[in-house]
């Protein structure tokens, strides 16, 4: 895979994990705008509302 691909799926990544590792509301909406920005179109063609709404579904599984 080129260089630039892997650390573009880092990127992305990264920001997966920070969302479902974090409960503070301000972070979470940060990095939903990363997700809705033009920087994170540029890194992936992840459906960025398809992300959230997952990762929304999922936070709500595990919260007690």
């Not at 974090?22 to 509302?49: A, C, H, M, N």
């Amino acid at each position: 895979m080129d260089p630039y691909q892997e650390l573009a799926n880092a990127i992305v990544l990264q920001a997966v994990k920070d969302y479902r590792m974090t409960d503070d509301e301000q972070e979470l909406r940060e990095i939903e705008y990363f997700f809705r920005s033009g920087w994170f179109g540029v890194l992936t063609k992840v459906d960025p509302d398809l992300l959230i709404t997952n990762l929304r579904k999922e936070k709500k599984t595990y919260d007690y």
